[in-house]
């Protein structure tokens, strides 16, 4: 089975918690302080392995998650750092924020890596808080919580010729003529249902990825018929291999089709047209082929089409082996793989400024509680230890420096009122 977009929900390991612990030897006076830090969680990280060709291993498994790293020891031991989760993706896959559609990263090499969820780094332990005033302080930090995020990936096939055009004008059988792939074959429309990609390789030893793509009709950037489901993967050839069949008995007008495959390219990418385009005349063993073909010429140069054209027959052969070595001479001439759009997201990712929101927002329940939310407020209580009195003091010194106090008295705040940050409760006091 071809799957080729899949969402899946990522979530990276949360760092381990500072110790609190202090160093008693007998022979060492004022010990001090000897919590060790806590260790690195572990991240989610896409790898691409080029013997993938679909996203079918993420139909079944839609959640990844990275180990925690280990907690700090006394005699200032750090925790161990957890393994990040590495999980294989193919070659050509998109990334994107399923809640933002931000584009995260797009993989096209073998071996490329992406983190897509970082784990959260430890938290550090007593012996980071010793000050003049404070030499044995009871005060650690608690690890840093990891990424966790829903994305979205989908698969553009890679591959470094495209064959577009109406289904049943003979993609297939052409693929199966130049290439040791065997799709399947019928007489029928839409016999094809998925990419198939097959290698050609020449005498004079050149070789390039062939893709036949699922058949194209009217409205397909639309969504009619398989639709935009596949015109997803044109966007990664360099070359266009444009099939019109040469039948008479279908009553359909070669240069209607022409037409309207290159509407289709166009509305849904206008940077596809820009690539070498080829047009392969097909099923020129036919009777009638050649008039059709006459008039097809005379249609096209009245427009003012100078696009080369290939008569062949994938049954006889004829003019197949002409077509290949073109086909290689012009990926010769072609640049590399477009990035296109991606290319210029990455960029305006690069250098957008986002500011900072909010630190924390207060709002009042029906009860009188007041709840205090933000990502900010919400990751310093996570990484707060409140098991000892140094640690609960110093969290709400935090909290009072970011101003949270004087926020509660605008909402009306008094003595004695509850305060909930997540599912911590604590009283207002003046």
């Known amino acids: 089975m071809f799957v080729d977009q899949v969402k899946i929900d990522v979530k990276a390991g949360k760092g381990g918690d ?25 991240s989610v990280i896409l790898v691409v392995d080029e013997g993938l060709r679909t996203l079918m291993d993420f139909r079944y498994r839609h959640h990844f998650k ?10 200032q031991m750090y925790g161990r750092g957890a393994e990040d989760t590495f999980v294989q993706v193919p070659p050509g896959t998109t990334v994107r924020d399923a809640d933002t559609n931000e584009l995260l990263g797009d993989l096209t090499e073998d071996g490329q890596e992406l983190v897509i969820a970082k784990g959260g780094r430890g938290g550090r332990g007593n012996m980071h808080f010793a000050t003049a005033k404070n030499s044995a302080p009871e005060i650690a930090e608690s690890g840093e919580p990891g990424q966790e995020r829903s ?45 198939n990609l097959g290698m050609v390789q020449l005498d004079d030893g050149r070789d390039f990825v062939l893709a ?18 596949f015109l997803r993967h044109v966007e990664r050839t360099r070359v266009v291999l444009h099939l019109i069949e040469m039948d008479d008995q279908t009553g359909r007008d070669p240069y209607e089709d022409y037409q309207q495959i290159n509407h289709e390219l ?27 073909l006459a008039e097809f010429k005379q249609k096209l140069a009245a427009a003012g089409d100078t696009h080369e054209i290939f008569e062949i027959s994938s049954i006889t052969h004829q003019g197949v082996q002409p077509l290949m070595n073109k ?11 477009p990035m296109g759009d991606v290319e210029e997201a990455q960029t305006q990712k690069l250098y957008q400024y986002q500011p900072e929101g909010p630190a924390f927002n207060v709002e ?6 007041f709840y205090i939310t933000g990502e900010k407020v919400e990751r310093l209580f996570k990484m707060s230890n409140l098991d000892h009195q140094d640690g609960v003091m110093r969290f709400a010194r935090q909290l009072r420096s970011m101003g949270l106090d004087e926020a509660l008295r605008e909402k009306g705040a008094h003595d004695g009122d509850l305060v909930a940050i997540d599912n911590f409760t604590f009283e207002f006091v003046e």
């Open 18 to 42: 500072g110790a609190v612990a202090f160093r008693r030897e007998k022979f060492v006076p004022l010990g001090g302080p000897a919590g060790g830090d806590g260790g690195r969680g572990g």
């Open 151 to 195: 994305i979205q990936l989908e698969l553009k096939v890679l591959a470094d010729v495209g064959l577009v055009g109406f289904p049943s004008v003979g993609k297939s059988t052409l693929l199966s003529v130049v290439t040791s792939a065997k799709p399947k074959i019928a007489s029928y429309q839409f016999t094809t249902l998925v990419p």
């Open 327 to 337: 086909t290689a001479d012009l990926l010769a001439e072609t640049a590399e793989f």
């Open 364 to 369: 009042q329940d029906e009860d009188g509680t």
């Open 212 to 229: 036949d793509l699922p058949g194209l009709i009217e409205g397909a950037s639309d969504g009619v018929g398989l639709g935009i489901q």
């Open 266 to 292: 166009e509305s849904y990418d206008p940077k596809i047209l820009e690539r070498p385009q080829v047009i392969v005349a097909t099923k020129m063993d036919l009777p009638g082929s050649a008039e059709l």
């Open 66 to 75: 990275a180990n925690s790293g280990g907690n700090g020891q006394n005699k």
